[in-house]
């Protein structure tokens, strides 16, 4: 089955403590991406990837880092996480080419305390 | 910069009633427009696109025209049903395709 998997799901963590949330995506996509959704905000682009090693800000990247060393994977990773990262997070995958549509997973539920 | 901005909800309908979620957008060149749908506990599944002026995007019942003169993509669905209860988002993605842009979504809950 085409899929894109997060995890967690959920997670609760303390001010600082580095984390990570796992993306991958089994569709052999170029472009994936992480977003935050936010009550009133819709979602935001935290950052973005095009390619192996070609990653990129969004319009939220403070506070997050990315890497893509392999196609099917994005990790997004908080190296000090704060309160105001309490948010549920998407990563998103599609195709390069143009108007290709978005495949979201289910989407980890950050809570920071 | 590009933006979307559509109805604030929550909406509530009754089954079978007519369905309108307005959405409008700012953009430079000609952007393309989705529809995407968001189940409870789900990620965004895509609902419509439309990629060129006075396309409409169609599935499940739900349609959208892409009007360029009133920069809109209202979704619209002539019965709705229970299982349409779910929060909508209109997005577009600009000319230089790395970003998509999403408005801040609409709740609808359909009763029986």
């Known amino acids: 089955e085409a899929q894109v998997t997060q995890n967690p799901r959920y997670l609760i963590t303390v001010t600082g403590k580095k984390l990570t949330v796992t993306c991958s995506q089994n569709?052999?996509?170029?472009?994936m991406s992480w977003y935050r959704q936010d009550p009133g905000l819709g979602l935001r682009q935290i950052y973005y990837s095009m390619n192996v090693e070609a990653t990129d800000k969004g319009d939220v990247p403070e506070g997050y880092k990315v890497s893509r060393k392999e196609k099917r994977n994005f990790p997004l990773i908080l190296e000090s996480p704060s309160p105001n990262q309490t948010s549920l997070y998407f990563c998103?995958?599609?195709?390069?080419?143009?108007?290709?549509?978005?495949?979201f997973g289910n989407g980890t539920r950050l809570t920071v305390t | 910069g590009d933006s979307v901005t559509q109805m604030e909800g929550p909406v509530t309908l009754s089954e079978e009633a007519f369905l309108t979620i307005n959405c409008t957008y700012t953009a430079t060149g000609y952007p393309s427009l989705f529809w995407y749908v968001q189940y409870p506990g789900e990620g965004l599944q895509l609902l419509l696109k439309?990629?060129?002026?006075?396309d409409k995007g169609s599935n499940k019942g739900f349609e959208a025209t892409y009007r360029k003169e009133t920069t809109s993509f209202h979704l619209e669905k002539g019965s709705v049903q229970v299982s349409d209860s779910a929060v909508y988002f209109c997005a577009l993605r600009g000319y230089n395709n790395n970003d998509m842009r999403f408005g801040a979504g609409t709740r609808l809950t359909v009763k029986p």
């Open positions: 439309a990629t060129k002026a006075d």
């Open positions: 569709m052999n996509h170029e472009y």
């Open positions: 998103a995958s599609r195709r390069g080419e143009y108007n290709s549509p978005l495949h």
